[in-house]
């Protein structure tokens, strides 16, 4: 039975038909689709081949650099915009984290191709979204969907390790510039590592909790005289 309120006339606002039947139904589609926060979030994907491309062709540090600063700055605008301007949607809660993890990967692939970072780093990044795809599997059968929500430590590994990486790209080089940030990108990329690991665990921790009450919400209304 759907829980929703149907709109009454002692609600101000509340849409009515001419004829007094039913209201129309709302049209949500494109004012939730084509929304200035999704607009950010498509650009910065667009950016993904963008930026490989830059890293791995003609080796253009500062423009790729350039792509890597408008990620993470539109990374921050486009959730700040999205509840200012009331612009939430279903397709930005999935656009905005997968957008994410793509630089992570893309920013991975060129630093450990050139030779800017170790390959157990890439491979305990990369392993961390591998973990995360597994917990796909327990979500489906609880019925919780495919799309984890966004936890604030999650999020804070993410601008770590997206400080990280523009960082070590402008550290392969010999000037004073990449002595400086040498020590501060290898900073960034080590605690962004261990938060994105430590925000993983929290989902998994999660996801196994709400399996034990359901286990237990199962378990509450057996007869008296029936097993515990």
């Known amino acids: 039975m759907d829980s929703a309120a149907a709109p009454s006339a002692d609600?101000?606002?509340?849409?009515?038909?001419?004829?007094g039947g039913q209201p129309p139904p709302e049209q949500p589609t494109f004012g939730r689709i084509l929304t200035v926060p999704n607009l950010l979030s498509a650009l910065r994907l667009l950016g993904v081949p963008v930026f490989l491309w830059l890293a791995l062709g003609p080796r253009a540090d500062w423009a790729a650099l350039g792509i890597l600063?408008?990620?993470?700055?539109s990374d921050y605008l486009d959730g700040w915009l999205a509840r200012a301007l009331n612009q939430t949607s279903r397709l930005g809660t999935l656009l905005d984290?997968?957008?994410d993890r793509l630089y992570i990967l893309a920013t991975i692939i060129a630093l450990t191709i050139r030779g800017n970072i170790?390959?157990?780093l890439a491979a305990v990044i990369i392993g961390r979204d591998v973990f995360i795809s597994l917990l796909l599997v327990p979500m489906r059968r609880l019925g919780l969907g495919t799309a984890l929500p966004v936890h604030y430590l999650g999020k804070a590994a993410t601008l770590n390790l997206l400080y990280a990486f523009p960082l070590l790209l402008l550290a392969d080089g010999h000037g004073w510039l990449s002595g400086v940030v040498r020590p501060l990108g290898w900073a960034f990329a080590i605690w962004g590592t261990a938060l994105y690991w430590w925000a993983g665990l929290?989902?998994?921790?999660?996801?196994?909790g709400i399996a034990r009450d359901r286990r237990a919400g199962?378990?509450?209304?057996?007869?008296?005289g029936g097993s515990p």
């Open 69 to 73: 600063v408008f990620a993470g700055v």
């Open 218 to 224: 199962r378990g509450r209304p057996a007869p008296a």
């Open 202 to 208: 929290l989902y998994a921790f999660q996801i196994a």
């Open 11 to 19: 609600r101000p606002g509340a849409p009515t038909s001419p004829g």
């Open 97 to 99: 984290p997968l957008a």
């Open 118 to 120: 170790p390959w157990w």
